[in-house]
């Protein structure tokens, strides 16, 4: 009873506020990427290094700003408004961001294709295999299936709806003061923010990042790489080789490891998708529209 209760107040939050009143509540002890307690992500430390803010805009539009600064979005008169200016903002971010992984991605498929490499071709191969997190054997078939695997895109309507919860729509302290959109934690005295309400025992801060990409890409490779999200990844495997496109709906199952929550977590996740229409955004999936790769690994 107290679980339905729990995911009817989510929706409502979600449909009537936007998601700010649960999201500020909750983001002072953040979701945990991973098991409570532990660093998922595992990205070297950055330096904590205060954000820069753009000043108030007075409607959704934002044209003419600075796509590094993230905008002062508590500045706007209406959630609707607030909402609009900040999916317009994350897009070309998200697709920046995508398509720097598609990159990476076909480079390892030429580097796949050939019989024999280079010293320089092994040693990117080598760090690709390093970024991602999986045991370098290239004479193992397993070895190219999982890098395969992991270096992959997320659809649009899953990153802006973690995006929204975690940082309240871009509103939080985290995402104002450290361009942190995701809550992903560091470890390192001075790596980013401590959270008011951590616990005496606890060490972790919420990372700072120099820009909101910055803070897509850790997330992106966070989700690509640890255990946690092996079911995501999998269930992306089986899109890909039915050709089929990504949609945060599809993946959304996946996301068990990323808050304490768990399948509370993952119903809010999928009711901001659906009530803000975030799928609409997933419609062109890079792979499948160029009719490439997808059936490869």
Not at 130 to 158: C, G, H, I, M, Q
Not at 186 to 215: I, N, Q, T
Not at 272 to 294: C, T
Request: net charge positive.
């Amino acid at each position: 009873m107290r679980v339905w209760l729990v995911i009817v107040v989510g929706v409502l939050l979600v449909t009537s506020f936007g998601l700010g009143g649960w999201a500020a509540r909750h983001m002072q002890t953040v979701p945990v990427l991973g098991q409570p307690g532990k660093s998922t992500g595992g990205i070297p430390d950055t330096r904590h290094k205060k954000a820069q803010h753009s000043p108030g805009i007075a409607s959704g539009s934002l044209k003419g700003y600075d796509p590094r600064i993230l905008p002062n979005f508590t500045a706007f008169k209406t959630v609707s408004e607030r909402k609009r200016a900040f999916i317009n903002f994350l897009l070309p971010l998200i697709d920046q961001a995508n398509q720097n992984i598609l990159a990476e991605r076909r480079e390892f498929l030429e580097l796949k294709a050939k019989s024999t490499l280079t010293p320089v071709e092994r040693e990117r191969l080598h760090a690709l295999a390093r970024k991602y997190r999986v045991l370098f054997e290239p004479e193992n078939p397993a070895f190219w299936e999982e890098l395969l695997e992991r270096v992959d895109t997320l659809p649009p309507s899953l990153i802006l709806a973690q995006a929204a919860i975690e940082s309240a729509w871009g509103t939080s302290r985290f995402a104002i003061q450290g361009n942190n959109l995701f809550g992903m934690w560091c470890f390192s005295p001075g790596c980013g923010l401590k959270p008011l309400a951590r616990e005496d025992d606890k060490s972790h801060e919420v990372r700072c990042y120099d820009s909101v990409l910055a803070s897509i890409e850790d997330y992106l490779l966070n989700l690509n790489r640890h255990s946690r999200y092996a079911a995501l990844r999998d269930q992306r495997k089986e899109l890909r080789a039915a050709n089929q496109p990504l949609s945060g709906l599809s993946l959304v199952q996946g996301l068990h490891g990323y808050s304490e929550t768990g399948g509370t977590y993952i119903d809010t996740v999928a009711s901001v998708i659906r009530h803000n229409r975030l799928e609409r955004f997933d419609k062109a999936d890079s792979l499948v529209a160029a009719g490439k790769d997808a059936n490869q690994g």
